[in-house]
């Protein structure tokens, strides 16, 4: 059967409700303890990648999961598994599936949640509400006694690089996070498209944090959800929307909301020769890092090293790659240049992020920075320096340690505490910095060595890469002023 594509869809379950603009609720983040749990029924889920998608991207910020497997007969349940014990097994039944909803909120509730959110298998919530945006809702929630919230939907078409929005695609709002008010409880009834969220929520508030479908994301999937319906009854334009492409109109979907754990970040530190600079980055790399987002690496750019250094890396299993240089006499800035693209160039990653190895972080920095980035943008964190060297735009001159063996860590993430604000504001200093890979090998990467002009000033190669490069074809600098970063300066240097 060919594909003629979709149309219609979409109820607007609610009045156009004040909408909650998530960016402005960054600083209701962690206001207090509270326990999410993920609400997830499937089928035959695992092999088409579905299902692993989901499980990861909540496992993010979800506190647990509750798991109904409808009968799958895929690897849907070994996947589940891997991410909670919290599963329950029913016969394949799509005209119950209500009844069978029903029975997961109530294994759900019993995990005594404040809040659930709900998603279907081939869904996720963009990158703001992976990192800290549902959170966020919660908390705010709580506050202002809102019991659930509701999402718009982006459906992917045929593909990653669109979504559909003509006749009612693009008009769907569904209410995906559900407050524990003890009166929760589904509508059962018999059927397929029945209401899907619970009886017992009164007060919804729409937000922009987007919900983003998969179900339709390539020919094979679109027809499979065509013949699923087709089989249990469904009829008429509610059917052909499915394959009919005669009002199809597409926009453009944005890399900047897939999620961090959708994604592959590398995370890309130079070292040459100091052993407790290795150690101490990398020690404060995996302190402050999130497990739950494991598609984040790091590793070392061993430039030029020393047989020490290369023996330390190998004999501590830490992550890194060896670059010689062709002329190991050249000068040594020059020689950095060409390891940070080195490393840029390599890295098996969506998204790189350059840090130093005198560098220190604190809570939640990769997270902030990476919740910033866009395609028209390369953000940096705001730096905190130690006062050997004078600081630059956005930086704070503050003394926690001018070596490694000196640093205050405890000192350090109190003061952050103080200081840190949910904003970015345009220029700052060039470095941690994060770009999409694809956009920083398109700019040729840094220039090899800064650049002497003819009164004499010096431009560096890094200002020469942001705003000789990356800025004529569009992408700005930014500075993060919730991603904070401490610097010894000079580290390996002075070492």
């Keep these: 059967m060919g594909l003629k594509k979709i149309a219609k869809q979409g109820l607007g379950l609610y009045k156009d409700l004040w909408r909650i603009n998530i960016e402005s609720l960054s600083s209701e983040e962690n206001i207090k303890p509270l326990k999410i749990v993920g609400f997830v029924k499937y089928f035959n889920e695992g092999t088409n990648g579905n299902l692993e998608r989901c499980l990861k991207h909540l496992s993010v910020f979800c506190d647990d999961l509750a798991l109904c497997d409808d009968g799958s007969t895929d690897n849907s349940t070994e996947i589940a598994k891997k991410y909670t014990k919290n599963i329950i097994q029913l016969d394949t039944d ?101 209401r899907q969220h619970p009886l017992g929520l009164k ?14 994301s390539s020919t094979e999937k679109i027809i499979e959800k065509y013949e699923t319906y087709k089989k249990h009854g469904q009829t008429g334009r509610s059917l052909d929307r499915l394959v009919d492409d005669s009002t199809l109109k597409l926009k453009k979907f944005s890399r900047d909301w897939i999620p961090i754990s959708s994604m592959k970040v590398s995370v890309i530190c130079l070292i040459y020769k100091s052993t407790g600079y290795a150690n101490f980055v990398y020690e404060s790399f995996k302190k402050y890092a999130n497990p739950k987002l494991n598609s984040i690496d790091f590793h070392f750019i061993a430039n030029d090293p020393t047989e ?45 992020v350059f840090v130093n190895s005198d560098m220190a972080f604190s809570k939640n920095w990769l997270e902030n920075l990476l919740k910033n980035l866009r395609e028209d943008r390369i953000v940096t964190c705001r730096l905190v320096e130690s006062g050997k060297l004078r600081s630059g735009k956005y930086g704070i001159e503050k003394n926690f340690g001018q070596t490694y063996s000196e640093f205050d860590d405890e000192l350090f993430q109190n003061f952050v505490n103080q200081v840190s604000k949910p904003e970015i504001k345009e220029g700052g200093l060039f470095m941690p910095c994060a770009v999409y890979k694809d956009s920083f090998v398109k700019s040729g990467g840094y220039p090899i060595g800064n650049r002497t002009e ?9 200002k020469i890469l942001f705003y000789e490069k990356l800025f004529p074809v569009g992408i700005k600098h930014y500075t993060v002023f919730d991603s904070l970063i401490y610097h010894v300066q000079e580290g390996e240097m002075d070492s």
């Design 94 to 194: 799509f005209q119950r599936e209500i009844s069978h909803k029903q029975k997961l909120l109530e294994f759900a509730l019993s995990l005594d949640p404040d809040w659930i959110v709900w998603l279907d298998a081939d869904e996720t919530f963009d990158r703001i509400g992976e990192l800290g945006g549902i959170r966020s809702l919660c908390n705010y929630g709580d506050k202002n006694n809102i019991d659930s919230f509701s999402f718009l939907y982006y459906n992917l078409w045929n593909g990653n690089a669109h979504y559909r929005v003509d006749e009612l695609w693009h008009k769907l709002w569904k209410p995906k996070l559900w407050k524990n008010t003890g009166k929760l409880k589904f509508d059962i009834q018999d059927g397929l498209h029945l």
């Design 203 to 216: 007060n919804d508030r729409r937000t922009n944090i987007k919900t983003l479908h998969y179900g339709f």
């Design 308 to 352: 020490n250094l290369l023996n330390y890396l190998k004999e501590n299993n830490l992550p890194h790659k060896l670059f010689l240089n062709e002329d190991a006499d050249e000068y040594y800035l020059n020689r950095v240049y060409r390891a940070w693209n080195f490393g840029g160039f390599e890295a098996d990653a969506d998204i790189i």
């Design 454 to 462: 003819k009164n004499g000033t010096i431009t560096p190669g890094d």
